[in-house]
């Protein structure tokens, strides 16, 4: 009997839009229209490259991401996905989302087109209710055209519909976000993303972060709590910090990226986690387009990762959805006890930050809130990790030098540093290894270390 072929996603990064948001920090092009079509041939030239590598595999998932998909015109979108269905081995069943601005989305005989050449899942760039938030953050759409979007995608026969929404806008109240959810759900999506503002360090909105009449962190927790209460009244099930859906209707291609499930991705800016690989593109479309022309170097990371050396990263990904960790996944996945963990989250339950149910750890609502510092501690009290110096003062020289004199193992999750630090550290460590016992590779542990 054959086994069955390892599912895998495909990520479509489309880097054009028609002008860049105010808070977004994406790697994405205004005014490069006359690069589509360049860039649509190089697409399909990688993708048609790449697919031998992929036969293993069924590709169960595909998500046009962006930047503006839908900007990039049916007739290119078209041509990619053909790319994908002839060249890859795609289920039958598989999810194929195309992310859409509602101003590039009101054409319900394009979208039709686009759901019968495979697209079968449709995510809108709603934002707001509200034009004057959509204007002051730079959003060039209107409610008007995001209600005309979604009316074209049911009349396109779109049955599974994605929204938006944000939180946290410039000088928006709790009463003002309940208005926007609630005119969210009058248009019946069967899924809702509700994403807190962040503030980039680059962005014109963290320019004039003082002046532009954010909420604090205090009002942010209100609406976020709302949200989550508010949704779960209404039949929508919160299954990741910042997802919710209706029964069945979960994204399954960004349940991938929590899970360490497979995915391979293609575009500027676009990472992978193929082959035991962690890699990205650079951010830079001409780089691309001549990178796939001329079979040049295109990568601006690569990092091959151990099986056994993920745990970290199951931990860290696994307390952002609602199903949480499950302890005899990670002692079977990573042979080693999660019992270190314990004391930890037992903390967590007493605060009401983390539930305990059939056998399954979780962070609530309130844990969510918090998830950074929870993730931070957590980690800290289950892996063998030295911090006594800093970093940025003393150097990742001094602080390997320093555990080997005291025999500390040392831990240092290459999902936090950068892959040049990361190969750096891992050089530096290696002159350590033979006269000093307790040093370690990075990601590799003592099974019987105690702190």
Request: neutral net charge.
């Given at each position: ?9 495909l ?78 081995k ?21 979208l ?24 002051e ?71 004039r972060?003082?002046?532009?009449g ?6 942010q ?9 508010f ?31 497979e995915?391979?991705g ?41 099986p ?30 999660f ?65 080997a ?20 550290i ?26």
């Open positions: 009997m054959r086994p069955m072929p390892a599912p895998l996603g990520y479509i990064h489309i880097p054009f839009c028609k002008s860049k948001c105010v808070y977004c920090d994406f790697y994405s092009l205004p005014r490069s229209e006359s690069r589509m079509d360049d860039y649509t041939d190089a697409l399909c030239a990688h993708l048609a490259e790449t697919a031998p590598f992929a036969a293993g595999h069924l590709v169960d998932t595909v998500y046009f991401g962006g930047g503006t998909p839908s900007y990039l015109g049916t007739k290119r979108l078209v041509k990619i996905l053909k790319t994908i269905l002839k060249k890859y795609v289920d039958k069943q598989a999810e194929i989302t195309l992310e859409a601005n509602p101003d590039s989305a009101g054409d319900w005989k394009e039709r087109t686009l759901r019968r050449c495979g697209f079968n899942r449709l995510s809108l760039g709603m934002q707001s209710a509200d034009d004057e938030e959509l204007s953050i730079g959003r060039v759409h209107t409610m008007a055209q995001t209600e005309a979007a979604v009316e074209a995608a049911r009349k396109a026969k779109f049955q599974n519909l994605s929204l938006d929404l944000i939180y946290g806008l410039p000088h928006q109240t709790l009463e003002g976000w309940q208005k926007n959810l609630s005119a969210a759900l009058d248009l019946t999506p069967e899924h809702l993303s509700c994403y807190g503002l962040k503030v980039e360090e680059g962005t014109p909105l963290f320019a972060r003082g002046t532009a954010l909420p604090g962190d205090d009002a927790a209100d609406m976020y709590l709302y949200t989550v209460e949704l779960k009244a209404q039949g929508y099930e919160q299954y990741e910090i910042s997802n919710f859906a209706k029964p069945g209707c979960a994204s399954r291609h960004n349940l991938k990226y929590w899970t360490l499930g995915y391979a293609f575009g500027p800016g676009a990472h992978s986690d193929f082959g035991g690989v962690r890699y990205a593109y650079t951010k830079d479309l001409e780089g691309y387009i001549r990178g796939v022309r001329d079979h040049a170097p295109m990568l601006s990371e690569s990092d091959r990762i151990p056994l050396d993920r745990d970290t990263e199951w931990v860290m990904l696994g307390l952002r959805t609602t199903a949480g960790l499950d302890p005899k996944a990670f002692e079977r996945r990573f042979r080693r006890r019992t270190c963990f314990l004391p930890f989250l037992d903390q967590c339950a007493k605060a009401g930050y983390a539930v305990e149910e059939d056998g399954r750890w979780h962070l609530t609502p309130r844990g969510f809130l918090v998830s950074n510092q929870i993730i931070g501690e957590l980690l800290d009290a289950g892996l063998p990790v030295f911090t006594e110096l800093n970093l940025v003062d003393d150097g990742y020289d001094a602080l390997i030098a320093k555990a004199q005291k025999g500390l193992p040392l831990f240092l999750s290459s999902t936090m540093l950068y892959r040049a630090e990361t190969q750096y891992k050089r530096r460590v290696a002159a350590f290894a033979k006269p000093v016992n307790y040093i370690y590779h990075i990601g590799q542990y003592l099974p019987d270390w105690h702190p």
